[in-house]
């Protein structure tokens, strides 16, 4: 029997899909596949989601909420609906490299470590945009150290 919630939930992970600037050159079946594959989990205010030092082996998109991102209790960026965190570890296969802790009741689409590192394979306009977000992550603590 359909499951009408889950209906709503794949509609809004597509939806959040298509505004990211990841995904830009994906088309509809695209965009709906890829949200097939994604596992959307809830988290608490205060919830820890990734700990500084543990091995990685996922990556997530906010699909709500908003999460902070912190080193030595001290608060690097805050992230919310649309951005994503967790590519470091992946790409480089070192530990995580801070805190990830969910401020707000917050919902992620998670991707294995194997699926995103397909995906970032066969989608060069993908492998771009995160490369985009990364260094605009590091012109920001560039900033944040010097200002
Ligand atoms: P990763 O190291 O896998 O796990 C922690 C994540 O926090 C990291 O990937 C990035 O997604 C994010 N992160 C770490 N440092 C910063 C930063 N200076 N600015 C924005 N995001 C960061």
């Known amino acids: 029997m359909p499951n009408p919630q889950k209906g709503e939930q794949a509609n809004s992970a597509i939806e959040l899909l298509k505004s990211s600037t990841l995904f830009s050159s994906f ?16 988290y608490n205010a205060g919830d820890l989601i990734e700990k500084e030092g543990e091995v990685s082996v996922a990556f997530y998109l906010i699909l709500d909420g908003e999460v902070e991102v912190r080193r030595k209790s001290k608060v690097l960026t805050k992230l919310g609906r649309g ?12 530990p995580r490299s801070a805190d990830v802790v969910a401020t707000k009741p917050t919902t992620c689409l998670i991707m294995t470590a194997w699926q995103w590192e397909a995906l970032v394979l066969s989608e060069p306009k993908v492998a771009i945009e995160l ?5 605009r992550r590091l012109r ?3 900033k944040a150290l010097t200002d």
């Open 27 to 42: 088309n509809d079946k695209q965009l709906k596949n890829l949200a097939k594959e994604l596992k959307e989990k809830k």
């Open 83 to 94: 951005q994503f965190f967790g590519e470091m570890s992946l790409l480089d296969k070192y």
């Open 131 to 135: 490369l985009k977000t990364l260094a």
């Open 140 to 142: 920001a603590t560039d």
